[in-house]
């Protein structure tokens, strides 16, 4: 009988890829430095540390307008297309033009904070 199954990355717990299979070969399905469970996860809402199947957390952040702070350190703030490292877990963005700006915070395993911050400059 078929499975479906999803590998993981041992040391992260970031799923690479899903499938399906026969049930005794689930096992099998992970390369060097993988892990692979019977299910079937999405990598955008889960991740798998120790072979246990997890819900990403939430972005720890919080925001004040243009401010956030309490970030995972390190993050990566990406402010329309454009990446900057954030080391200290305080973003406070500055925008050299009035507008409103598309702003994703990412940082593993926590989901993407998305959204819009809207500079009056």
Known sequence: MNASFTVYERETGRIVRDGNCPGAWVALQAGEGEGAVEGSYSADAHYIPAGVPTPRPAMPCIRDGAH????????????????????????????????????RISAWPYLDWVGEVESGN
């Open 68 to 103: 956030f702070s309490g970030l995972p350190v390190p993050c990566a703030v990406d402010i329309d297309g454009k990446r900057y490292e954030c080391a200290d877990g305080v973003a406070d963005l500055k925008f050299p033009l009035p507008g409103v700006y598309q702003v």
